[in-house]
């Protein structure tokens, strides 16, 4: 027969606040244990939708695009381009739909220290470090969010957000100290919209549908499980993520695609050229290049030099001259993207061109 | 309705002496679009693309009517230096020469036009495609007009008391009879009909290819130096 174990006052104090200890031990230590997110089959995606895809404009997906269980892959052809192969419903879409499902339950699940709930606040105008986030109802992001990975190129950012994901115009996440969009993991519950311009980076993933706004540019993936995603004049790009993150799909990953420290062995460099309106057919118009990790642009029109810009805006103005005319942009990369020459024709229209001159008429009749 | 339409539109057809193209058609021997070089200063033209080969003639960088640049055909470039192979305006008719690129400036048109004698027809094309079929006067047996390739050198707004306003495209060809016209040096041009006699479809000019008012108006307002011009029987 045991003997009843009698206790002082401090002696039950200091259980409980050893109890207590283990408890915040065990909890920090799961979550710096995070699994890592894997996406297996999807990743060589930078588009997979659910039930459609639809795309507006002069997009530009570096990337396979595909979507299952849906069939419909609206608007990829000119002036769109997809640089990747196309799965609509196919074994390798479906295939991708089921590894996307797993990874976003495992992003889902990867727990969350109490700081890191950022429920209620504007991921706007923050800096973060590597970790779980949560939101327990709807995301906002107006302007920029910077990720860092404090030199660990294995660094996983994943954010649980409970419902939709909205930025505002504008917007950007920035990678720095050796953030890797490819380690960065976007668990939406319901939606995501991407506002006008957003630059965003990371792996989209999301249970119902994903819309980018005009000129949105994503350097990671876009992934719907069930809806639609929808696309207008954007520029996605995942081919530093082809092999997989670092820390999930069992590839090496480049790990130097951040903003802040390119690598000159990444090719994450994007770039699309687009012309700005004309109020009037005498009036000229703006040509302008943009993407990611431009270095240098140089604007030729016709195989004359018309503009060199090495900073941001990489924006020419071309006069109206009559006829038709060629204008190209050569255009450099900060990495070791290949370089690439952008180009469209344009014609002045009749009023532009043609007025001719007084003279006199000498001519044989 | 339908019947005053088709009937206004018939009229209009007979007022302008136009004839609207069928729905765009290709044709493979037209080009797309055609090269060109704008001379920013007066140029030497020479028979080969070398500062040592014997010289053609002076190219002007201004056309003598209305002293707009000149614009030149451009039919193909050196392979090394830089130069090029135009057509150049003048006698001999559709004669070529080699000159620099320096001082020049590259171009390009959508537009070409042909002047079929047989037909009296002049066709223009926009982007290898028919744009407009107009119907012409051309020259007489006596007067004829040259046949061969050539380019439109400049666009003339004429005054209301010239003869073949309201425009005139003065082009490179001259005539093969008629060394001097009316203090001219026998050019050919593509113009109106104001204060010249001859119907359309008819061959009644002293080489010039005359159209209807509202074609040369039309014409004025999209074709311009440099665009390449073929007279074909």
Redesign the interface.
Known sequence: MSRPIHLSRVGRAAIALALALSIIFFAASSAAQAAPVKLATASPFVVLGGSTVTNTGPSTLNGDLGVAPGTALVGFGLPATVNGATHANDGVAKQAQLDLTTAYNVAAGQPVAPANDLTGTNLGNRTLTAGAYRYTSSAQLTGPLTLDAQGDPDAQFVFEIASALTTASASAVVLINGASPCNVYWQVGSSATLGTTTAFQGNLMALTSISLNNGASVTGRVLARNGQVSLINNVLNNAGCRTGGTSGDGGSGDGTGGTGNQGRTTRNGTAIMRRGPRSDCTDGFSATVRGHLIKRVVFRMDGRRIGNRKKSPFRVFVRAAPGRHLIRAHVTFKDATRAKTLRFHYRACAAAVLEPRRGPSRLTG | MTRIVAVAAGLLTAATGCVLATPARADSTVRA?QP?VVLLHDHIARTRPTLRAPRIEAVGSLRP????RTVLPVLGRAARGSWVKVRLPGRPNGHTGWIRTWQT??????WQIRVKLSTRQVVVFRDGRVARRFRAVVGTPW?PTPRGRFFVE??????SG????P??L?TSAR?EV?QE????P????L?GTNH?AGALGTAA????VRVSTAAITWL?????SGVPLTIAS
């Open positions: 679009s060109l009517l209305t002293r707009v400036r590259p171009a390009q048109t959508e007067t400049e666009a003339i707004a004429l005054s010239d003869h073949g306003g425009f005139a003065a005539s008629l016209f009316d203090g001219g026998g050019q050919i041009g113009h010249l000019s002293h080489g010039c004025a307002g999209r074709i311009g």
